[in-house]
């Protein structure tokens, strides 16, 4: 019963930027970790950021990083993803998802997902 909204998505040129939310409401859990995937129709999805929620630990994938900013705010139950210099292979739709146990870089280690929100890129 666990629901993930993520917010934040829109159209944009090349070099702009965006900035990502997503809310955790529902039943209460404790999560290790919050991330953020993308996926680009007829590709996999891909790991694209995670954080920690008891240290604020981050991890990127190279091609976002030193572009992208993840973060949490804990009172909230809420996660942001900042992407700044945005390219048109940025395009996709972007997930937040809660890894219960540890911080994985992987999908499938993760066990609940929003319905994501559209991010697109003109060049």
């Known amino acids: 019963q666990v629901q993930l909204v993520e917010s934040g998505g829109g159209l944009v040129q090349a070099g702009g930027s965006l900035r990502l939310s997503c809310a955790a409401s529902?039943?209460?859990?404790?999560?290790?970790?919050m991330g953020w995937f993308r996926q680009a129709p007829g590709k996999e999805r891909e790991f694209v950021a995670a954080?920690?929620?008891?240290?604020?630990?981050?991890y990127y994938a190279d091609s976002v990083k030193g572009r992208f900013t993840i973060s949490r705010d804990n009172a909230k139950n809420t996660v942001y993803l900042q992407m700044n210099s945005l390219k048109p292979e940025d395009t996709a739709v972007y997930y937040c998802?809660?890894?219960?146990?540890?911080?994985?870089?992987?999908?499938?280690?993760?066990?609940?997902w929003g319905q994501g929100t559209q991010v697109t890129v003109s060049s």
């Open positions: 998802a809660a890894d219960l146990v540890g911080v994985g870089v992987q999908a499938k280690e993760y066990d609940y």
């Open positions: 529902g039943r209460t859990f404790s999560s290790d970790a």
């Open positions: 954080i920690s929620w008891s240290g604020g630990n981050t």
